[in-house]
């Protein structure tokens, strides 16, 4: 017959206090790097001392430039929508797609831009314009004068 464990609350406090000595991961695991320069790190969850997320960071390729520009694969694993860390084939294959893009703005806008300027804005149109009333015989433009009710035949 097995023998219950007992609650011994010293070995408890001895246990907790030798654990407690164990250095702890400060400095994370290196994960990758992006093509700005920006380097990944985390220190992974650790469910026995009770952390139950990762912590994640970058540090920037210029130490003073917190506001720099990040991957969308990397900033999907910093803020934890995806478990893995982009692949570098990943990256390289993203940044060859927006390459094209690029490439096929600029062809759209040049083809694009000769018929712009030869159409460009047409002529203004004589008539109403915003902001303005139409004229009409039938009514005073200045109220009270004799002239436009001659014309109407008021008088």
Do not use: C, H
């Amino acid at each position: 017959m097995a023998q219950k464990p007992t609650r011994d609350i010293f070995g408890i406090i001895f246990k907790n206090f030798w654990k407690s000595l164990r250095p702890r991961q400060l400095r994370g695991n290196y994960i990758g790097e992006d093509y700005f320069g920006n380097k990944y790190f985390e220190i992974p969850a650790n469910p026995s001392i009770g952390k139950r997320k990762s912590s994640r960071w970058f540090e920037p390729a210029e130490k003073d430039a917190f506001d720099q520009e990040l991957t969308a694969e990397w900033e999907a694993w910093l803020r934890g929508r995806r478990e893995e860390p982009p692949t570098r084939e990943e990256l390289v294959k993203n940044l060859q797609i927006m390459d094209m893009k690029k490439r096929n703005a600029a062809e759209l806008e040049a083809t694009y831009a000769k018929d712009k300027d030869d159409k460009a804005m047409p002529k203004q149109v004589e008539g109403p314009t915003i902001g303005t009333f139409p004229k009409y015989k039938d009514y005073e433009f200045i109220p009270g004068t004799r002239s436009a009710r001659k014309e109407v035949g008021i008088f």
